[in-house]
């Protein structure tokens, strides 16, 4: 259903908490998990089926109800649904909007801050990057940077289950860095 000719978004939850992986990790931030995504990755954590309808409006209430100006868009994959008004209203609150997408879709041009984490069944169409997260597996990394520039790179253990491998890459591979899932390390959403 449309109110005012704008769809809702399917919103599966709206958080408070700290940014727990790559370059903006221990930033307090407000998340924006939209539900629904173009990709099924054995790895992924998140239940996209579960969501709640939300207008616009009602996302920027509960952000602004929060007391960071961090916010991270994220999902499933939030390319399929984020519109540039949503970014407008948001910049309008004084918020940072950073998005953590797949890549596989261009995002609005306004947003602030774009991680990308490519996965081996999508094909990047994304073009401004701001930091190239990989969830590495043992794959070859450099052929997935190789394709994708971007300001900062970083390797994360898929599930924290290999870091000595990835530790292990990053010092024989120096222009990477380590992101650690530091939310689940710490126990904190």
Not at 155 to 179: F, K, M
Request: proline share 7%; aromatic share 8%; net charge negative.
């Amino acid at each position: 259903m449309k109110e005012n000719g704008i769809k809702p978004y399917l919103v599966n939850e709206i958080f408070y908490s700290l940014q727990g992986e790559g370059y903006f990790t221990g930033t307090p931030a407000v998340f924006i998990r939209l539900s629904g995504c173009n990709l099924s990755c054995d790895f992924c954590d998140t239940d996209h089926r579960s969501h709640t309808p939300m207008d616009v409006t009602g996302i920027i209430r509960e952000v602004a109800a929060m007391p960071a100006r961090h916010v991270i868009i994220t999902g499933g994959e939030p390319s399929l649904q984020l519109e540039p008004l949503l970014v407008e209203m948001l910049h309008d609150l004084g918020c940072f909007v950073q998005v953590e997408t797949n890549g596989t879709h261009p995002l609005p041009e306004s947003v602030d801050w774009v991680t990308c984490s490519p996965k081996p069944h999508g094909t990047v169409r994304q073009q401004r990057i701001d930091e190239l997260k990989v969830v590495y597996t043992g794959q070859d990394v450099e052929a997935i940077a190789s394709d994708i520039a971007a300001s900062h790179y970083f390797l994360q253990p898929c599930s924290g289950a290999n870091i000595p491998e990835t530790v292990e890459y990053i010092l024989a591979h120096p222009y990477w860095r380590l992101s650690l899932q530091t939310h689940k390390l710490i126990d904190i959403k």
